[in-house]
């Protein structure tokens, strides 16, 4: 079975930090590129980076609300993917998703989210 | 940044037919993907490359795309299709994706 299960989500106080796993199953996470995606609670959805498969050298692309403070990773050997996130905002607080490609195209998979709070 | 804008909403009624636009400049250059998402769970793919059906989606989702806009049209609407629905693309380097405001369609 296709699967992806985030991980890793709390409450963490405005200027912390927190890290964020996304494990797959069920495909092959090598060849896959892995999306992060959240959303605010009554908001719509986010795009918030991604980070491309070795055979493209493993490039990552942000969007502009968390360049420079967020940084995706994989770990093949562990069909992981990471999404640490630095410097968080009280406007960071949303669920997150990660989703990635596997049978056609577009996001065909999700998973099935990790809420993060930012509060004080 | 590059923006995909939707109508905030769409109602109709049983049995007609519920058609969502999406509008942004690099639509002639990059495909477009539509989104169904339904309280507390995950969004769904509904269609891929402007105007294809994954398997398992009903034949009344299809898409269409035209210039700067692409349309998402569900005919005979039913209950169950009663949902938020995003579009999605990348902007025209292909290298940052985006997603619609998202449109809520109520099923009279």
């Known amino acids: 079975e296709v699967q992806l299960v985030e991980s890793g989500g709390g409450l963490v106080q405005p200027g912390g930090s927190l890290k964020l796993s996304c494990a797959a199953s069920?495909?092959?996470?090598?060849?896959?590129?892995m999306h992060w995606v959240r959303q605010a609670s009554g908001k719509g959805l986010e795009w918030v980076g991604r980070i491309r498969s070795k055979a493209n050298s493993y490039a990552t692309a942000y969007a502009a609300s968390v360049k420079g403070r967020f940084t995706i990773s994989r770990d093949d050997s562990k069909n992981t993917a990471y999404l640490q996130m630095n410097s968080l905002k009280t406007e960071d607080t949303a669920v997150y998703y990660c989703?990635?490609?596997?049978?056609?195209?577009?996001?065909?998979?999700w998973g099935q989210g990790t809420t993060v709070t930012v509060s004080s | 940044s590059y923006e995909l804008t939707q109508p905030p909403s769409v109602s109709v009624s049983p049995g007609q037919t519920a058609r969502i636009t999406c509008s942004g400049d690099?639509?002639?250059?990059?495909?477009a993907y539509w989104y169904q998402q339904k309280p507390g769970q995950a969004p769904v793919l509904v269609i891929y490359k402007d105007s294809e059906r994954p398997s398992g989606i009903p034949e009344r989702f299809s898409g269409s795309s035209s210039g700067t806009t692409v349309t998402l049209t569900i005919s005979g609407v039913q209950a169950e299709d009663e949902a938020d629905y995003y579009c999605?693309?990348?902007?025209?380097?292909?290298?940052?994706?985006?997603f619609g405001t998202g449109t809520k369609v109520t099923v009279l």
């Open positions: 690099a639509l002639p250059k990059q495909y």
């Open positions: 069920g495909f092959t996470f090598s060849g896959s590129a």
């Open positions: 989703t990635t490609t596997v049978q056609i195209s577009g996001m065909d998979v």
């Open positions: 999605q693309s990348a902007d025209s380097s292909g290298t940052y994706e985006v």
